[in-house]
Every structure is written in C-alpha cells, then in structure tokens.
C-alpha cells in the first residue's frame, strides 16, 4: 500500500448533481496530482496542486475544479454532473511535482 | 504534446514464461521519465519500474526490466518467469519536463495480460 487513501470508495450520482472527491496524501508528500480514468482507458490527467496551488491542468473544463489543503489533502469538485463523467477518479500524492507518483486506490463514479 | 501507444490491447502467456509488453512513446521533451504501472481489477495502480531518458542502463526491478531503446522511441516491459498474480492491465506512463508536460504522467491505453496455468 501506498498510504494515499481516497473517499468515498464508491458513489452514485444523478446527472447535473455536483460532486467533491479527496484525497490524502502520503506522509512528507506537498503534491497531489488527480487523473480520471474512464472504462476501458488509461488516465487522464485533470490537474495536479503543489504546496495548494494549481501547478497544471489537462484538457478539463471549468466544472472539474479542486483544492488542497494546508495539510497537503486535496479535493476534487465537479458541477454539472454528466454522464460521461462516469469514470474511476485517481488521485496521486509526490515528494514534488516532478517526482515519483504514489496513486491512492480510486473512487468509482456512476453518473446515472 | 506527448504521447503513448500501447499496441497490443491483449496478451497471453503461459505461466513461468516470459513475456514482452510493448509501449512507444513521442515526445518533444530533451528529458523524461517512462514509467510502468500495474492495475489490477480492484483499481489500485501499483508502481512497477523506472527508466529515465538519460540513464544509459536499462532498468531492472526484480522480475521487471525495462527494454529502453531511445532511437526507436520504445520502452519494452519484459516480465520473466511470469506468475498468475501478474494477470492484470498494465500502462506504460511518460512524465515530462517541459512547459505543459511538467509534472504530469501521460498514459498509454493499456494492455491486459493473462497469465495461463
């Protein structure tokens, strides 16, 4: 295990609803990068915080937003809820934004 | 922009045997990493190997060892003596170091191995 831990596990949602997902990082680690992952894919990335500011983004729209703390955790928000944000939401903690990537175990979002 | 390509979506081998997965990758970037992960069904990626682009080694972890050939833009994974634990998907991943590749892992599309008794 890597000691990066996510909630929830599982979550259903209704389309237009809005979501937040987090995400502890592992101990020592100021970055936390988060990918979507959609069935049958590999990762996407939506944005990665260093030292709780944005220090990236990929191809997301405004509604897919986040935070992190000043204890390193991170949150992920998404408004508007589609159905193609049905996806597994990874986050993943690191030493720095350059550095090995530590991923947690996921959240499972169903957008019905 | 980078990008991976993962060409087999599914691979078979049988037990104790080897096996080689193939990853190439593009990239404008002068220095990168390529990564392995492995995804078992319960979602968890699981670290595998690392192999940066100036190390002239190819690198080794274990039963995992990483084919690096920079000319060719390729980043092999080769799995010997295979086990039945190691049936899962596995992503070949490139983190780069340039403008809006900083930071972030690029993956592949993935390819399934099963590993037969």
């Known amino acids: 295990e890597t000691g990066v831990t996510q909630s929830p596990t599982h979550l259903i949602k209704t389309r237009g609803q809005q979501v937040t997902l987090r995400c502890s990082s592992q101990?020592?680690?100021?970055?936390v990068s988060w990918y979507q992952q959609a069935l049958g894919q590999g990762p996407q990335f939506i944005f990665q915080?260093?030292?709780?500011?944005?220090?990236g983004r990929g191809n997301f729209p405004p509604r897919f937003s986040g935070l992190q703390f000043p204890n390193y955790s991170s949150e992920l928000n998404v408004n508007a809820l589609e159905l193609d944000d049905s996806a597994l939401y990874l986050c993943?903690?690191?030493?720095?934004?350059?550095?090995?990537?530590?991923f947690g175990p996921g959240t499972r979002l169903t957008v019905t | 922009a980078q990008k991976i390509t993962q060409t087999q979506p599914g691979m078979f081998v049988q037990e104790k045997e080897a096996v080689t997965l193939d990853c190439t990758y593009d990239t404008s970037d002068q220095s990168y990493g390529l990564f392995w992960y492995k995804q078992p069904s319960s979602g968890e990626m699981i670290f595998l190997i690392y192999?940066?682009?100036?190390?002239?080694q190819n690198a080794t972890e274990g039963r995992y060892s990483l084919n690096f050939q920079k000319a060719r833009k390729s980043a092999n994974l080769v799995i010997s003596a295979s086990q039945l634990g190691d049936s899962a998907m596995y992503f070949c991943?490139?983190?780069?170091?340039?403008?809006?590749?900083?930071?972030?892992?690029?993956f592949g599309q993935g390819t399934i191995l099963t590993v037969h008794p």
């Open positions: 991943a490139m983190r780069g170091t340039g403008g809006t590749s900083y930071g972030k892992l690029t």
């Open positions: 915080y260093y030292r709780e500011e944005e220090n």
């Open positions: 192999q940066g682009s100036y190390d002239e």
């Open positions: 993943a903690s690191s030493l720095g934004p350059r550095e090995r990537q530590y």
């Open positions: 101990s020592g680690h100021n970055t």
